[in-house]
């Protein structure tokens, strides 16, 4: 029972390059989410899936794209990375009991 | 909209008791959570509560007023592994997005 993986754990990209960060969880919750975190703003969120084939707009989604693929993954897609989007980005799922969200290591990416 | 707002630092003494605040402002209210974060590390969940009052785990004590829109997370016998950044989160209806304030930065003096 690993709770929420992601890959990669690091990643450095040029401007204008693309990627997808994976996400999988073994706990068969229904909601995953993608968070971004910056110095001094928090956990800010992306996008977030209530139940498998639902997807909804989080506090900034600009730039992003999501897959929610199964039950277990929900993938996060950068189309052509900016500067701006340099950040830990953390994916989680819940609701466990007492709306508790579990979340993966993150993932710390770097746009130059 | 949704808004938290938290102290950005707190700092306390090893052994002593602290409050961290966060008042809300949300267009629904379905729970308030807090979430403990250490540095490189991710962010653990701590507490939530759906009803006014107060909840007790341990050590750490959250205590909510919907009325005031105000919850705080209460630490007693402060040991210098709480020194981390806590975050109060909000949920305006059930299943769906969670808000995250910006966080507290808890410093433990010896």
């Known amino acids: 029972n690993a709770g929420v993986t992601q890959t990669p754990k690091f990643q450095v990209l040029k401007t204008g390059q693309s990627m997808t960060l994976q996400c999988a969880q073994d706990?068969?919750?229904?909601?995953m989410y993608w968070y971004r975190q910056d110095p001094g703003m928090g956990l800010r969120l992306i996008y977030y899936?209530?139940?498998?084939?639902?997807?909804d707009k989080g506090e900034v989604p600009n730039g992003y794209n999501v897959s929610r693929l199964n039950k277990r993954e929900f993938s996060l897609r950068l189309e052509s990375a900016a500067p701006s989007q340099t950040s830990v980005y953390f994916c989680?799922?819940?609701?466990?009991?007492?709306?508790?969200?579990?979340f993966g290591p993150g993932t710390r990416l770097t746009v130059l | 909209g949704q808004s938290l707002e938290q102290p950005s630092e707190v700092t306390a003494v090893e052994g002593a008791i602290v409050q961290i605040n966060c008042t809300y402002q949300t267009s629904g209210f379905y729970g308030l959570s807090w979430y403990q974060q250490h540095d490189g590390g991710a962010p653990t969940f701590l507490s939530y509560n759906a009803l006014d009052g107060l909840e007790e785990t341990g050590r750490f004590s959250s205590f909510l007023s919907r009325s005031d829109s105000y919850g705080y997370l209460l630490l007693q016998e402060l040991q210098m592994k709480d020194s981390a950044s806590y975050f109060c989160a909000v949920e305006g209806r059930r299943d769906d997005k969670i808000i995250f304030g910006k966080g507290t930065r808890l410093h433990i003096l010896p």
């Open positions: 989680a799922e819940g609701q466990g009991l007492d709306n508790e969200q579990f």
């Open positions: 706990m068969n919750h229904n909601s």
């Open positions: 899936s209530a139940s498998e084939g639902t997807t």
